[in-house]
């Protein structure tokens, strides 16, 4: 490799040590794309509602190829058509993190070359609004990059425009010191939608939140990977949904804490109707030596159908001391309480139960909202 | 923690002495169809139990290891380095005296006649595959109480035994259960008649002397409508070089209102593979709970399960575990709600020392159709030593509108403050911590019997005047 004129020795040992890493990095990757085997019933992470159903039938998907329109509004000059000849944005996607989905991730490589890097340098006035649609099946990759110190806030929204439109995203958040960041994702009109998402945060407060509305099938994979200690580093995950007909939603995340000292939280919350199925499965990690962490889950589902599924896997793996870490799961039917209040004031059965679900819901949307940014 | 801190808690090492081998039958190593044929002979089996062993070994032979989600350290379990089946005779003894000389003294050492004498309604003895000593109470007897080893069950009282051998957790549930079924011997029969509540437990002690031993003890417990009882187990071994298995299958059948206690004390040496099946079924307005506690072996994979067959059933778990240096506690529960208006609840609490690591996997499953079932889990871990590891693995599968879950987990390590506030009174950081880990458990240690819960806190108490300074 080249080295810069004015660098000094160490410097330029420093460099070359990194570009090694990298390199062995990327070999390991390719390694991981060349071993994996598309999720079948013994992979513990697609488990619930044979979904691997659902990832053979995206990978035959990746045999047409990627079709759909990308759009950005109010972004200015920061966003950039991502590129099939970048290789930096391809070397970030070839090591993200996956739950379970390597090989979906390795087929998702070939067709690289769709989507928007958002590189922010200064502080938004008014959210960033990224748009992607497809009428048949469509790939695309999203970055985005916080500068450090800069306040920005951005939607990001899927939309399937015919019966079996798919959609197959990748997204890579990067948040450095000072940033904060409130990023949210809404899906609507899927047969199948599948995300996997992977947060980096480097000393930032970042806030995320998904949405997903009429999706069929829906897979949300969020990989928050915590590198730096100190009270300013917050990590913030939501998801609110409202499921009915025979929709299911398989939704895993993780919280990763590679050092001690900073406080993550998760907030999932779904309401399940009709014969429609929610899978959460969600994992903190607290790696060795990562001592002080505060890290919190959650998982809350409203059943509203006899027919209704929930599954919730609510995980914790902790490796260090120190470290203040809870999780809980409760599902239950909606309260009857509640209900008969908005029934004795004369409010209509079917608008009460809207209420009380829309209510339930509101918890997990207004904290993403009540997460300071754009004072 | 204070890295110079040493673990506060010593083994229980009365269990470490082992005497020569001396065995009239030697299965030799490994499991083939001559190793049932041997074990069916020296029994003295029916055909149809031999030919039942060998499908449940074909089945054993033909399943898949749970290597996708088990703990790494069950790679290591290698099934030819095992022997599986070593005995003195197969005739339990009725009394003390009659008892084999060394095999006698070991039970003296372990405390075993002591106890029956103070507050036992029975005992069964198993030493390496087959009971050595089995005895209960004359009066429980003449009320129609059975208490048998498994052997002895199958051939008297066939009528019972048979028709729900194999019923709670079938030969093909997994591997483990293959391998049960295809080599058990051990392991006690009880019955207990409509309307009898037994006043005192029934004690069952599992020994191991032997190396490489794989020990496959069976447990089946009916109480008929109306019956009560508390059944304890214990189990010791003495460190070998290389490792054993120990992989028992307790079945427990709750009939209509029935109540049946299980209480586990496992105190195994660290070499030893503890992969143990209990599962029971609770029939209408039953109560199966399972008092289970892991202080040794080096790797526990340990989940008692209650399925809730009939309305109102109840299930409880009430789960104690330590992990050392080495040691991975694997344990859990499972609760099936199969009936409407079943409830169940679920306490675990998990203490990781030095490297140990403990780990909760729980299943809790309301099937389709089911209204008002309720189930509540809590699991807290304590971390003693920075190295120490804790994992929380729930499952949680919810059917229909009609039903309510809830799980809730929490990490924490022994407050500093606390330790400082006790040491500032005098005591010693060794004894101030023995309190706070004492305190962490003792809402759980109070379910256990009197005896035990004696025993319990002396075995997690810190005798920290050797351990440090």
Redesign the interface.
């Known amino acids: 490799m080249d080295f810069p004129q004015n660098m000094s020795m160490e410097e330029a040992f420093a460099l070359a040590e990194a570009e090694a890493k990298l390199q062995q990095a990327l070999n390991e990757s390719r390694e991981r794309f060349d071993q994996a085997a598309l999720p079948d019933r ?3 992470d697609w488990r ?1 509602g044979r979904p691997h159903r659902h990832a053979a039938a995206l990978a035959e998907l990746f045999d047409t190829p990627s079709c759909g329109e990308a759009r950005v509004l109010r972004a200015g000059e920061c966003a950039v058509p991502v590129s099939a000849e970048d290789d930096d944005l391809r070397q970030t996607e070839m090591l993200m993190p996956t739950i379970g989905s390597d090989a979906l991730l390795g087929l998702h490589l070939q067709q690289f070359g769709a989507g928007y890097a958002l590189y922010i340098e200064e502080d938004t006035k008014e959210p960033i609004v990224l748009e992607y649609s497809t009428d048949s099946f469509y790939a695309p990759s999203t970055y985005i990059m916080v500068a450090p110190g800069v306040k920005a806030e951005i939607e990001e929204r899927h939309t399937g425009n015919a019966a079996e439109s798919a959609l197959f995203a990748t997204r890579n958040i990067h948040v450095a010191e000072g940033a904060q960041l409130r990023v949210s994702l809404r899906s609507s009109g899927f047969a199948r939608h599948m995300s996997i998402t992977n947060i980096q945060n480097l000393g930032g407060r970042v806030s995320h939140l998904t949405q997903h509305s009429s999706n069929a099938w829906t897979r949300e994979e969020t990989v928050a990977e915590i590198y730096a200690a100190g009270e300013g580093t917050e990590t913030r995950l939501y998801s609110a949904n409202r499921l009915t007909g025979s929709e299911v939603l398989d939704q895993h995340t993780r919280q990763v804490h590679h050092v001690g000292g900073a406080a993550s939280d998760l907030l999932y919350k779904n309401v399940v109707d009709d014969s429609a199925t929610a899978v959460f499965a969600g994992n903190i990690y607290v790696a ?2 990562a ?1 002080h962490t505060d890290a919190y889950q959650s998982n809350r ?1 409203m ?32 309260d009857e309480e509640q209900l008969f209040y908005l029934l004795s004031r004369g409010i209509p059965r079917q608008e009460a139960l809207q209420l009380v679900a829309e209510g339930f819901l509101a918890d997990a949307t207004n904290r993403f909202y009540a997460a300071e940014t754009n004072d | 923690m204070d890295e110079s801190v040493e673990s506060p808690f010593q083994l229980d090492t009365r269990g470490e002495f082992s005497f020569p081998e001396n065995h009239k039958y030697d299965a030799g190593y490994g499991l083939t169809e001559a190793t049932i044929d041997y074990i069916c002979d020296a029994k003295g089996e029916p055909d149809w139990l031999r030919e039942f062993r060998k499908e449940a070994l074909r089945k054993f032979n033909e399943m898949p290891m749970p290597y996708h989600w088990a703990p790494e350290g069950i790679r290591n379990v290698d099934f030819d380095s095992f022997r599986y089946y070593l005995s003195h005779g197969t005739t339990p003894r009725k009394s003390w005296d009659e008892v084999p000389d060394e095999v006698k003294r070991t039970f003296e050492r372990l405390g075993v006649p002591e106890q029956e004498r103070a507050f036992l309604a029975g005992v069964d003895a198993q030493y390496d595959s087959e009971t050595a000593y089995n005895n209960m109470r004359e009066e429980l007897s003449k009320q129609g109480v059975i208490f048998v080893n498994s052997t002895e069950g199958l051939k008297e009282y066939e009528h019972i035994f048979r028709p729900w051998f194999g019923k709670v957790i079938p030969v093909g549930d997994n591997k483990f259960s293959a391998l049960n079924h295809a080599a058990f011997s051990g392991g006690s029969f009880i019955y207990v008649p409509k309307g009898v509540k037994l006043q005192q437990p029934l004690q069952a002690y599992f020994r191991i002397n032997s190396a490489n031993m794989g020990q496959f003890e069976r447990t089946l417990i009916i109480a008929d409508e109306g019956a009560e009882i508390m059944y304890m187990e214990g189990c010791t071994a003495p460190m070998y070089d290389s490792s054993t298995l120990h992989s028992g299958v307790v079945e427990l059948v709750a009939l209509k209102g029935a109540k049946i206690q299980y209480v586990t004390v496992q105190n195994w040496a660290t070499n030893v593979y503890n992969l143990v099946i209990q599962r029971g079924l609770a029939m209408e307005d039953a109560e199966i709970r399972w008092i289970d506690c892991n202080l040794g072996s080096g790797l526990t994979m340990k989940y008692p399960a209650v399925v809730l067959q009939g309305r109102r059933a109840r299930g409880e778990v009430v789960s104690i575990s330590l992990a050392h240096d080495g040691q991975v506690q694997d344990t859990g529960a499972r609760m099936i709600h199969a009936a409407p208006e079943t409830t169940s609840n679920i306490v675990a609490k998990s203490i990781s020392i030095g490297q140990g690591r403990a780990s909760y996997r729980g299943e809790v499953t309301v099937l389709k159709g089911m209204q008002g079932c309720k189930n509540n889990t809590e699991c807290d871990a304590l971390l003693i030593n920075a190295a120490s590891r804790t994992d929380t693995y729930p499952a949680i599968t919810v059917n229909g509108n009609a039903s309510a879950v809830q799980h809730e987990a929490s990490v924490s390590q022994v407050d500093e403050e606390m330790l400082f506030y006790l040491q500032q009174r005098g005591l010693t950081r060794a004894q101030a911590m023995s309190l706070a880990v004492n305190g962490f458990i003792n809402d759980l240690v109070k379910e256990f019997p009197m005896e035990y819960s004696v025993e319990l806190r002396r075995l997690i108490d810190l005798e920290m005047e050797d351990s440090i300074g």
Not at chain 1, 305 to 323: C, F, M, N, R, Y
């Open positions: 013994l992979n513990e619930f060795p030596g001592h589902n059943l509203l159908s006899e027919k209704a599924t929930i599954h919730s896997l609510p995980g914790l793996e902790i490796l260090a001391d120190k470290v203040r870490c809870s999780h809980g799961s409760a599902s239950a039917p909606m």
